[in-house]
């Protein structure tokens, strides 16, 4: 082990909804940090697919049932809420200006093809979470299939129909 990397007892990767090998760079992430030797927990994430080596981490956090039931014979899964569950309050609210705001992805995760309706990614539309929070409080309903986008518009007390993904 590298001598900047035996100070920690322990490495945190942050949640999300990227383990397995769809996305390279997030998946070598992971690797390099099972291959330091040192134990290694993921926070609240969904699983993608199953290319992934479970049984080397020391806990791995889940958000939903379906990615607990991918792994929970592989390694130590916890069924966890998201994170961003866990955002403070009080938000600043914007003025309710508009009945229906459509968020759809636009990546390999889309199952959406006609994009026509949508008025953006929502991670394309906002760098922080202040402002997907600020976004979706201007609408009354929000349709979306990214996860974040509809905890946002939970937390902000507005009606969320969530759309499936490519993933579960």
């Not at 049932?65 to 309050?89: K, M, T």
């Not at 459509?102 to 994009?115: G, H, N």
């Not at 309706?117 to 929070?133: A, F, H, N």
Request: net charge negative.
């Amino acid at each position: 082990q590298p001598a900047e990397i035996r100070q920690y007892d322990e490495l945190v990767i942050s949640g999300g909804g990227n383990l397995g090998d769809y996305y390279p760079l997030c998946f070598q992430a992971r690797r390099k940090a099972l291959d330091t030797g040192l134990p290694v927990t993921v926070l609240p994430q969904s699983v993608i697919n199953k290319q992934e080596e479970f049984e080397r981490y020391k806990t791995v956090y889940v958000r939903e049932r379906a990615s607990y039931e991918l792994i929970q014979d592989r390694c130590n899964a916890v069924l966890s809420p998201d994170l961003a569950l866990g955002l403070p309050d009080p938000w600043v609210m914007q003025p309710r200006r508009y009945s229906l705001g459509v968020l759809l992805r636009k990546d390999s995760e889309s199952l959406f093809q006609d994009q026509s309706l949508s008025l953006g990614d929502p991670t394309k539309i906002c760098e922080t979470p202040e402002q997907l929070l600020s976004l979706v409080s201007g609408f009354e309903q929000i349709v979306t299939d990214r996860l974040h986008t509809a905890i946002a518009g939970l937390i902000m007390g507005i009606q969320v129909f969530l759309l499936p993904n490519s993933y579960h």
